[in-house]
């Protein structure tokens, strides 16, 4: 009607101003009259043309409004309904939390994850795991709660956590990586040299002794053996397998060692083993990489390479048997010569902290370019020099002036490297401790002459000489040294074979680790050269505030398992040097297998000094914190741990590991273990592995006490399980043959309008009879599509179903 108004207003708005303005038009004739009138009515019709127009598109957006409100009250029902069983039946966790992350609201699957009295509890309390995860800002995540594994969405903005059950996911997921192949590659070390001076007779029985023990631990583990050369031997398996071997810390090393003791002779046994999801090529190639690492770090070990896992080191109770011959090193020498001569520039560097090995050895390669008539220089940071090498070199500098003139610092060396040159590292066994990355970064050739077992860092070098059975880096160079150019003579001064000399005593610790006969070849050789005994004892002298201040710290000694000893300080000391004369000083004490010193290097960084004797690898322990060394003199550098955090979880390797003096124990599970069992099993572990587990409270001593109440809370359980199934019996016969009607509207086809769950059909069945059904254990004979009588089975227990039907008419 409005519209109208303004219509009709328009109109008379329209005619008065023709009235008013008619006096002023001129016409002349019938035609301009006409044309006037014709003017005036063409105008009112456009408008009228656009009154129709904008108001028949107002009647259309008006007729589809209605359509859509229309259709959209026809599906509201389907839609509360969908909305509903989303929230109720279908198996979707749902938890809304406050700022507080206490549970407000959890729907029914969430409370069968957790706990049916969920509400109203913290979420920090129901499951810290979860709470820990989302507090840290994740939004999609995976947990395990009872058995379960669960996908997490977790919507910050609506503080809501959704959660879906996907254990048969990560089951298949898991069957998947259990059957992942590994390959193993297993070398006999100096099985022909061993045999070399036996009969024909005693070769072929402990030939077969060795390869019956690895036949009998192949077989053990349901593994393909296969020799392909009397040393070599290939091992086929699967991962699970595999991880059954780790569990067991690869027994097979153990029991070649025995046979070796037994008939006195130095074979031992390195392995490589990968395991990626690969083709067999790639495969194989990654375990010829893992043995050849094995062999690196100077056998008698396995490593395993596992794919997104890091590597993995078993075995190296014994120090390394020398393994190359007077031949091998002269082609080592004679290779490297090769290089050299194609070189520009020879650029020589050690390791940051650079000790006399280092230094000595600097100097002895450093000669050998010489001999080769090229270019060659020695990067030396004067700052990264350790103390004792920084008084030497000022020493050197006033004895030997023309010293300083080859030598270099890092800068310089830089600038003066081209694509031709060629840098040699010694005495160092990852590129993270050389004296300059940029020069390392810079050159575009390298070779590695190092005595360090190889970890998982390596050098990407045209050359490596690495002999973990040499004593230092000084014996690997001066053995070079007589291969080296047997045209040229090489002369070297008294003072650097002194230098060389004072290398020597500081690696084996005056001759007493890891030496060998080559030692003393190469340290008669040296005397021979000029080296000062005397000199390098006045070298190695500490001063007396240094003595003092060893003296206080091992003052402060700890014994732990009886046979380690630990100087823990909250001092900060960036001598490495120090903590190195420490924990040897603690060797000193009777009856102690190893010592460690710690201590702050920097306000970030923690530092760990090794040493020890006997059997016990400190290198192993050490690498476990991202350091590395020998089986007897190791050191770390840890980063972002507290000083208390290091010392624990040192302890705990060397409880694992040495602790119980290979006692066993029984320990009574709190939760499941993998490999070892499950919750309430009680299981028989080594000593040092049962401590662990009851440290981290998943398990607890086997104590006769424990053990009653362990049983007590069985039979417990067996009772409540029994009066369970008596009381579900008793439900049985009363659900049994009774029946339940739900009437439902029909459609225009015959079929139900909607659906019927079994919400509805346990909530009608519970207003007729008085008995409250879990919906989730009703299961329907057929789906309900029509009317009819359906048959619905409740299973009240694994060996107990009651059965009633379901009556579905139309209202």
């Known amino acids: 009607m409005k519209r109208w108004i303004f219509f009709t207003v328009a109109l008379i708005l329209n005619i008065i101003s023709i009235l008013i303005y008619a006096p002023f038009i001129q016409i002349g004739s019938g035609g301009q009259v006409l044309g006037l009138v014709f003017f005036f009515g063409s105008l009112i019709l456009t408008f009228t043309a656009l009154y129709i127009a904008l108001n028949f598109q107002a009647r259309q957006k008006v007729r589809t409004l209605q359509n859509r409100l229309s259709m959209w009250t026809k599906l509201s029902y389907h839609v509360n309904q969908v909305g509903d069983e989303v929230f109720n039946e279908l198996p979707i966790g749902i938890l809304a939390l406050d700022d507080e992350f206490e549970i407000k609201w959890a729907n029914p699957h969430a409370k069968t994850i957790f706990d049916p009295k969920i509400t109203g509890k913290s979420l920090r309390d129901v499951n810290p795991s979860l709470f820990s995860l989302i507090a840290s800002g994740k939004t999609q995540f995976s947990i395990q709660a009872k058995d379960q594994t669960y996908d997490v969405t977790y919507r910050s903005e609506f503080k809501f956590l959704y959660l879906f059950n996907v254990t048969e996911r990560e089951q298949v997921k898991q069957k998947y990586q259990d059957q992942i192949p590994a390959l193993a590659i297993i070398y006999l070390d100096n099985l022909d040299e061993a045999l070399a001076s036996m009969d024909v007779s005693e070769q072929s029985s402990l030939k077969g002794e060795y390869l019956a023990a690895v036949a009998d631990w192949a077989n053990k583990y349901d593994g393909y053996l296969k020799p392909y050369t009397d040393e070599k031997l290939l091992v086929v398996l699967y991962r699970k397998q595999l991880q059954l071997m780790i569990q067991d810390k690869f027994d097979l090393l153990d029991k070649i060692r025995t046979i070796s003791t037994q008939n006195q002779v130095r074979v031992s046994i390195s392995m490589g083993i990968a395991s990626w999801d690969v083709d067999y090529e790639e495969l194989g190639i990654y375990a010829q990489n893992a043995v050849e690492l094995a062999e690196k770090r100077g056998g008698d070990q396995v490593v395993v390479n596992i794919q997104d896992q890091k590597i993995q080191y078993f075995g190296a109770k014994n120090d390394a048997a020398a393994k190359s011959s007077r031949v091998g090193v002269r082609i080592n020498a004679q290779t490297i010569k090769d290089f050299i001569d194609k070189s520009s520039h020879v650029f020589v560097m050690g390791h940051n902290q650079t000790d006399l090995d280092s230094f000595g050895s600097m100097i002895a390669v450093y000669h050998m370019a010489l001999a080769s008539k090229k270019m060659a220089h ?26 300083q003139d080859y030598v270099t610092t890092s800068d310089e060396a830089i600038k003066m490297m081209d694509e031709n040159a060629l840098l040699i590292v010694v005495d160092s066994q990852s590129p993270r401790i050389v004296m300059s990355p940029e ?29 973990p059975y040499a004593s230092s880096t000084i014996e690997l160079v001066m053995e070079l040294l007589s291969f080296y150019n047997m045209e040229e003579q090489i002369k070297i001064s008294p003072l650097e074979a002194t230098i060389m000399y004072g290398g020597l005593v500081v690696d084996t610790n005056n001759f007493s680790y890891r030496t060998g006969s080559r030692t003393f070849e190469v340290a008669s050789k040296l005397r021979d050269m000029g080296a000062d005994i005397t000199e390098v004892k006045l070298w190695l002298r500490r001063d007396l505030m240094r003595t003092l201040e060893i003296n206080r710290l091992l003052s402060q000694v700890e014994i732990y398992l009886e ?9 900060i000391y960036d001598d490495r040097i120090l903590l190195a004369q420490v924990a040897e000083a603690l060797l000193q004490i009777n009856d102690v297998d190893a010592a460690f010193m710690i201590s702050r290097m920097e306000n970030n960084i923690v530092g760990v000094s090794a040493r020890s004797y006997q059997q016990i690898n400190v290198q192993i322990l050490m690498e476990a914190f991202g350091g590395g060394g020998h089986l007897n003199s190791a050191a770390a550098q840890i980063q972002n741990q507290s000083i208390d955090e290091v010392y624990q979880q040192l302890k705990t390797y060397l409880e694992l590991e040495y602790g119980g003096k290979g006692e066993l124990m029984k320990v009574i599970l709190l939760e499941d273990v993998k490999g070892k069992g499950k919750k309430d099993d009680v299981i028989e572990v080594a000593s040092g592995f049962g401590q662990f587990l009851i440290t981290q409270k998943k398990a607890l001593q086997a104590t006769d006490e424990n053990l009653a109440q362990l049983n007590k809370a069985k039979e417990e359980a067996f009772q409540a399980a029994q009066r369970h199934i008596d009381l579900m019996k008793k439900l049985k016969s009363e659900i049994d043959g009774k029946k339940v009607t739900l009437g439902i509207q029909i459609g225009q086809d015959g079929k139900l309008f909607g659906s019927v769950t079994t919400k509805q059909i346990v909530e009608s069945f519970e207003e007729a009879h008085h008995i409250l059904i879990d919906k989730k254990k009703v299961e329907l004979s057929s789906d309900i599509n029509s009317v009819g009588i359906y048959t619905a089975t409740v299973q009240l227990h694994k060996d107990i179903k009651a059965t009633f039907e379901v009556h579905i008419i139309e209202k």
Do not use: C, N, W
């Open 378 to 403: 020695m990067v030396i940071d004067v700052p990264k020099l350790d103390r004792t090498v920084d008084k030497i070199y000022q020493i050197v500098k006033e004895r030997m002036p023309l010293f």
């Open 439 to 467: 020069v390392l970064e810079k050159a575009s050739k390298l070779i590695v002459i190092d005595h360090h077992r190889v970890g998982e860092e390596t050098f990407d070098a045209v050359f490596s000489f690495i002999e």
């Open 563 to 571: 046979r380690f000893a630990f100087v823990v300080t909250t001092d």
